[in-house]
């Protein structure tokens, strides 16, 4: 599972979570980092235990690392899964900030399957 932002969104998050204006090309110090790290673990988290609360799956996450080339992120997870099944792609926003982050999950097949299954 991805948690994605572009960097625009990524540091007007961290803006409002260590109340300090970011600039656009400012790199992200390691409290910032942190921060984004543990609200993206956050929501990651919630995000998977609404999808599979009660359905007996027993699937683990980690915690979520700070990737800025996504595109080798994605050629990288291409070689260690398989992507021949389905893509969900989920959208979170936060109107008043102006704040947007995408779930991407990318299920292997034997994933996908026992996923299905016990979501019916």
Same mark, same amino acid.
């Given at each position: 599972? $991805? =948690?994605? =932002?572009?960097? %625009? ?29 543990e ?7 919630? $995000?998977? $235990?609404?999808?599979?609360?009660? %359905? ?11 990737v800025?080339?996504?595109? %080798? ?7 260690? $899964?398989? =992507?021949t ?17 995408? =779930? ?9 399957? %026992? ?6």
């Amino acid at each position: 599972m $991805y =948690f994605l =932002f572009t960097r %625009k969104d990524a540091l007007r998050l961290v803006e409002m979570l260590v109340g300090e204006r970011m600039r656009l090309t400012l790199s992200l110090n390691r409290i910032e980092s942190s921060a984004l790290s543990e609200i993206a673990n956050i929501l990651t988290g919630s $995000y998977w $235990y609404a999808m599979t609360d009660r %359905k007996a799956l027993n699937w683990r996450i980690t915690v979520p690392t700070i990737v800025e080339d996504v595109g %080798k992120i994605l050629t990288l997870s291409n070689r260690v $899964y398989d =992507f021949t099944s389905m893509v969900f792609l989920t959208d979170i926003t936060v109107p008043q900030n102006n704040v947007r982050g995408h =779930f991407l999950l990318l299920p292997r097949q034997e994933a996908l399957t %026992k996923l299905l299954t016990n979501l019916e």
